[in-house]
């Protein structure tokens, strides 16, 4: 089992920043990769950034390439999204989750998600 508590979300103006913090317990040597998902209201969840373990890769949706940065504290046992240029329509409450077998985007593809933090982006 891994225990996944996100933090970090707020309100905002837009053009603002920024930083969720996902906090990692139990068996997290078992982690192939983590990822951020977003859901905005009457929308389905979708896949925001992820960083995949034995290659250090970072993926990113299109929307958020070039705003958005994923990474990890190893010793907090922690990952982090700095979220910069936030837009109205990055407002959605934002999930971390864990995948420990293999690599992707796909949402049911992770076993073990966090309960979410709001970000609101207001104009």
């Known amino acids: 089992q891994v225990q996944l508590v996100e933090s970090g979300g707020g309100s905002v103006q837009a053009g603002g920043s920024l930083r969720l913090s996902c906090a990692a317990s139990?068996?997290?040597?078992?982690?192939?990769?983590t990822g951020w998902f977003r859901q905005a209201p009457g929308k389905e969840r979708e896949f925001v950034a992820a960083?995949?373990?034995?290659?250090?890769?970072?993926d990113y949706t299109d929307s958020v390439k070039g705003r958005f940065t994923i990474s990890r504290d190893n010793a907090k046992r922690t990952v982090y999204l700095q979220m910069n240029s936030l837009k109205l329509e990055d407002t959605a409450v934002y999930y971390c989750?864990?995948?420990?077998?293999?690599?992707?985007?796909?949402?049911?593809?992770?076993?073990?998600w966090g309960q979410g933090t709001q970000v609101t982006v207001s104009s």
């Open positions: 960083i995949i373990w034995p290659e250090r890769t970072l």
């Open positions: 989750a864990v995948q420990s077998y293999g690599y992707s985007r796909r949402s049911d593809e992770y076993a073990y």
């Open positions: 139990g068996r997290t040597f078992s982690t192939y990769a």
